[in-house]
């Protein structure tokens, strides 16, 4: 598994990371990544990584340039999906490898309709991940009918099924608690890391959801919306790099 430590030391750097995804395009374009480049001239090398679809990561003119590590989307469905909650595998770990991944995602959302199918395709990907020595995030979330997608027991199992697909790490939500938080991360035996999940009212709010996920045992977040729809993302960028690690490079900090 040497080659899966060598990538994840370049996601985690001191053990923490903080991931960018810009993936959201294609369930349903997102304002602020209108030109992706942008953002990512803007974040690179603040962010550990970014999560790209690879049609975007095919056509970037700055993927080949970016310091930060590149993570390749598998899965997906659209906002006008039968099933929104469907998310399946539209790619493989071997394109994602040519278009020079660092690691790899899949998105599974446990109590939705489809759930085992989610889980046996992210499983089958892991295989392939260990096969190949490239790192698996499992974007996990208790999601569907009548799911609490911030309950504790919910959000337990989605962070566990992640660790049974054999997940290198796991992104889920945060349950919005200290003490509960800590009791999900202290079972896993993968670093588990908070989604950023819809854009806060205020940089404030979201840096303090952060901060108390990090005081949980969090190995670290991936946000989008917040930083990409923000008035200042690189200025964000940098507040939350010094959260995350506890200490920003010189060339990092905004001037």
């Known amino acids: ?103 790899v995602s899949v998105h599974v959302n446990i109590g939705s309709s489809n759930d085992v199918l989610q889980i046996m395709e992210a499983s089958l990907v892991s295989e392939k991940c260990d096969e190949y020595g490239i790192p698996l995030l499992v974007m996990s979330y208790p999601r569907g009918k009548g799911i609490n997608e911030y309950g504790v027991e919910e959000i337990k199992l989605a962070v566990r099924v992640a660790n049974e697909i054999g997940a290198d790490f796991v992104k889920t939500n945060y349950t919005g608690n200290v003490e509960t938080f800590r009791e999900i991360v202290s079972f896993s035996k993968i670093p588990v890391l908070i989604a950023g999940g819809r854009k806060r009212e205020s940089d404030k709010e979201f840096l303090q959801i952060v901060r108390e996920a990090m005081s949980a045992g969090a190995k670290g977040v991936a946000v989008g919306r917040n930083i990409f729809q923000s008035e200042r993302p690189r200025e964000l960028a940098v507040r939350l790099a010094k959260i995350v690690h506890g200490v920003v490079y010189e060339r990092d900090l905004v001037t």
């Open 1 to 103: 598994m040497s080659g899966k430590k060598r990538r994840l030391k370049r996601i985690f750097r001191r053990e923490r990371s903080l991931i960018v995804p810009l993936d959201h395009g294609m369930t349903k374009p997102e304002a602020g990544i209108e030109d992706v480049d942008r953002i990512l001239n803007l974040l690179d090398g603040i962010a550990d990584a970014f999560v790209l679809h690879k049609g975007t990561a095919k056509h970037s003119s700055y993927v080949n340039e970016m310091e930060s590590s590149l993570i390749i989307h598998l899965s997906a469905s659209t906002h006008i999906s039968p099933d929104p909650l469907s998310k399946r595998i539209i790619t493989s770990v071997e394109k994602a490898i040519q278009l020079g991944a660092d690691a």
